[in-house]
């Protein structure tokens, strides 16, 4: 809630939806967006009485206001373009590998999470963003891959490379997650 | 393949993978330090000046240490002996004896260890 004009966030409107860019406020941080006005959700760059944000939020009169923010998820499409990226860093990383016969990367490393990714004889890349300390990553994959060939493959409605909507797949995806989640060992000394 | 066709491979590479993961991470904040294949390792440490160092390693060097390394690196390498040195342009490609002998010196010394 902010009680007057301005706010100290920077707020940008190019993916069609009004971001946080720069600026942080309580937990709101850059990435975030903008989710609802005055307890009214919005709906791209218009509000619930069809204004546009960007003019309600500069506008002093409007004070105080409240504004709702969210993490947006990823849309399908931009999944997909992630993928595609993921693939070609994969191939790249191949390339220029200073010993011959490189695979691709299998693992990736940041300060907030690790991303580790298996490639079938195939080519198909299955890739998980885990944890800096979770194990067993490889054994979760090649679950994963099983899980893929049986309800995705085998099944005859599936048009191929398609994104999955196979209910049988997602609820046994589910249900190795969960197991992992359970059998994950977590070393007291990093609790602490 | 030529060394100037690797180096902008390299740096078109880091370029996506920076923007890549702060992306999909649930953290935009995040920042990218290194991944490995099945043969190597590729760590890069990012100074907040923009200034990247870039290293490929074996897989037996521990994560963490490679970082230490390339920190060390920046700390007891570039800031003495080519920032400091008002002769030398740091936007092309560094042309110091001085600065190559010591670079060699220190991964030396490290790979004693």
């Known amino acids: 809630t902010f009680p007057t004009h301005p706010i100290p966030l920077v707020l940008s409107s190019d993916t069609g939806k009004v971001m946080v860019k720069f600026g942080a406020s309580g937990n709101v941080k850059p990435g975030h967006s903008v989710t609802a006005v005055n307890k009214q959700p919005v709906s791209g760059l218009y509000t619930a009485n069809d204004k546009p944000i960007l003019d309600v939020i500069n506008d002093p009169a409007s004070y105080p206001l409240t504004i709702t923010f969210g993490r947006t998820k990823a849309s399908a499409n931009e999944k997909l373009m992630l993928a595609s990226i993921f693939h070609s860093l994969f191939a790249i990383a191949a390339q220029i590998s200073p010993v011959e016969q490189s695979s691709g990367i299998k693992e990736l490393h940041t300060e907030k999470f690790t991303l580790r990714c298996f490639q079938t004889i195939t080519g198909v890349k299955f890739f998980v963003i885990v944890d800096q300390k979770q194990t067993g990553c490889e054994h979760l994959l090649r679950r994963i891959y099983e899980l893929y060939t049986d309800y995705v493959l085998k099944n005859p409605f599936y048009p191929i490379d398609m994104p999955i909507r196979c209910e049988l797949f997602d609820q046994n995806l589910r249900k190795v997650i969960e197991q992992v989640e359970r059998t994950t060992v977590y070393n007291s000394a990093t609790l602490a | ?113």
Request: without cysteine; glycine residues 2%; neutral net charge.
């Open chain 2, 1 to 113: 393949m030529s060394k100037d066709e690797e180096n902008k491979l390299v740096y078109g590479m880091l370029h996506s993978l920076k923007s890549f993961v702060g992306r999909i991470s649930p953290d935009t904040s995040d920042a990218f330090q290194s991944y490995q294949t099945n043969n190597y390792r590729l760590t890069m440490y990012e100074t907040p000046s923009g200034v990247k160092f870039v290293m490929n390693t074996s897989l037996e060097l521990p994560l963490q240490a490679t970082r230490d390394i390339l920190h060390s690196l920046y700390k007891e390498v570039y800031v003495e002996y080519a920032v400091k040195n008002h002769m030398l342009s740091l936007q092309t490609p560094i042309n110091s004896d001085l600065f190559k002998d010591k670079l060699e010196a220190f991964i030396h010394s490290k790979m004693r260890e």
